[in-house]
């Protein structure tokens, strides 16, 4: 029945949103028939259960379509699942379909996939943000009940904020990489997104696991049992795999810092406001506010698109017509068949990432770019820190303005890769990130408010975002 009614919602709205690049009806009622089986012999139980799911396609589903949104991976059926993906099969979730997204989940705004283009559910005429944008729509126009997304620079926490849903990236290494088509993959995660925040900590408690596969997999609970994260500031925090225990209304003597450098210059005044609206709320319910000073982060732009694209121009050289994917038609020998593949197949937004990424790693410009943005990597960490000495939550803005209206980004790419500020800084020192709706602006559009932790102290900005749904 709940995989009937997703669909009927999607008949009604899809023709609008297009969140989603494949969607399978039919296959998706017979597992919820298998598993409701399962239910009902007593051999499978927990909160996912027979519960549909929608998941970004450039995560790896065994035997179904997995396109990046892609020209170049538009026949692809890989011959394996992601981790994450066989976790929720695990704990019984029902793939409905896969979601739209950015080419190779580079972009901002769900506007480079090959598929066209995905609508904001909350306004048409604006985009859903992205890359994971099919995933936050479809959870907001209400055709899955919650999805996967990937977040290398804030594709989880900036189209949360835009479709006014709650989005959480992962400490690095929480979840399995195993089966996500890479981009940056010191940079990538994969998480949850969905309605509220009871429901990400649930899906997170399931998608999370140490897996060998994945060499940059943590076990998080050997940080458990070394003391990480415990007790800290009187916080109860455990760093292992245990969620949902943070889920309490309770964040009297929480110590949350304003990073100033987060809320001057080209933050939109009426998204400054409903955030600061939001902290006043975290300090009538006792949490301690101090606004502190994070300078550093006005380097992470420049970092971030260097070693993104960096590692982008290595991970897809492997689509190169022979393997898998799309293969041009006509060519004569090996390396027109490579040249004509490539240039075919893929975006203008990646060729540029492929291009910026050869040159910033090629000998003469190695030390000055490369290996500069891996050092400003570090100090940003460091500078993080220093900040969780004092701090067990840091709280920003997911993104510099509401959603922008479709076609205003695509044409100055300086510009979209300018409102990636405030969220990929996390990712740069690997931490853990969540977004929730604090309200909308004047058109109605949704506002989104980011909450920072230190690594493995996603139960302290779980229980953060909960206090204030
Ligand atoms: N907008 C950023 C980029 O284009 C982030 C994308 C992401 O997190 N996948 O690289």
């Not at 992962?170 to 940056?184: C, K």
């Not at 993104?399 to 922008?404: E, G, H, L, R």
């Amino acid at each position: 029945d709940a995989v009937n009614a997703y669909f009927e919602q999607i008949e009604r709205v899809e023709g609008d949103v297009h969140s989603f690049v494949t969607l399978d009806r039919e296959g998706a009622l017979k597992r919820a028939e298998e598993v409701q089986k399962q239910i009902d012999e007593g051999t499978l139980t927990g909160p996912l259960a027979g519960v549909p799911v929608a998941v970004k396609d450039n995560l790896c589903t065994k035997g179904r379509l997995t396109t990046c949104s892609s020209k170049i991976l538009e026949n692809f059926k890989p011959t394996f699942s992601a981790e994450a993906v066989c976790n929720l099969e695990k704990a019984g979730a029902v793939l409905i379909g896969k979601t739209n997204m950015d080419e190779f989940a580079m972009g901002s705004t769900t506007e480079t996939s090959y598929f066209g283009v995905t609508r904001n559910p909350r306004n048409l005429s604006h985009v859903p943000g992205g890359s994971s944008g099919g995933s936050c729509a479809a959870v907001a126009a209400c055709e899955s009940p919650y999805a996967l997304g990937s977040d290398t620079g804030g594709s989880i926490r900036q189209p949360s904020a835009f479709c006014g849903v709650v989005g959480l990236k992962p400490t690095y290494g929480t979840v399995s990489r195993y089966g996500l088509i890479a981009y940056g993959s010191s940079l990538d995660q994969i998480g949850p997104i969905a309605k509220d925040v009871t429901d990400c900590a649930a899906i997170l408690e399931v998608i999370a696991s140490h897996d060998s596969k994945d060499s940059t997999s943590i076990d998080r609970n050997s940080y458990v049992n070394r003391g990480v994260g415990i007790k800290e500031s009187g916080m109860d925090c455990p760093a292992g795999y245990d969620f949902m225990s943070a889920l309490v209304n309770d964040v009297s003597g929480m110590r949350i810092g304003i990073p100033k450098d987060y809320f001057g210059e080209g933050l939109e005044p009426e998204v400054k406001e409903k955030i600061l609206a939001a902290v006043q709320v975290l300090k009538d319910k006792g949490a301690v506010v101090e606004e502190f000073d994070l300078s550093l982060v006005q380097y992470a732009i420049p970092a971030y698109y260097v070693i993104a694209s960096a590692e982008a121009s290595s991970n897809l050289s492997r689509f190169d017509g022979v393997k898998y994917g799309y293969r041009t038609e006509e060519y004569e020998g090996l390396h027109n068949m490579y040249k004509k593949t490539r240039s075919e197949g893929f975006g203008a937004e990646v060729k540029r990432r492929i291009m910026l990424g050869s040159f910033v790693l090629s000998s003469g410009y190695y030390d000055a770019y490369y290996l500069k943005a891996l050092k400003t990597k570090a100090l940003i960490k460091e500078a993080f820190d220093r900040a969780f000495e004092r701090f067990d939550v840091i709280i920003a803005p997911a993104a510099p303005t509401t959603a922008p209206k479709l076609g205003q980004s695509l044409s100055d790419p300086l510009k979209m890769y300018l409102g990636d500020i405030y969220t990929i800084s996390v990712n740069l020192a690997g931490l853990p990130g969540i977004s929730i709706p604090v309200g909308k602006d004047s058109k109605g559009l949704p506002i989104g408010m980011q909450m920072i932790g230190n690594c493995f102290q996603e139960n302290k900005i779980i229980r953060a975002a909960y206090t204030l749904e």
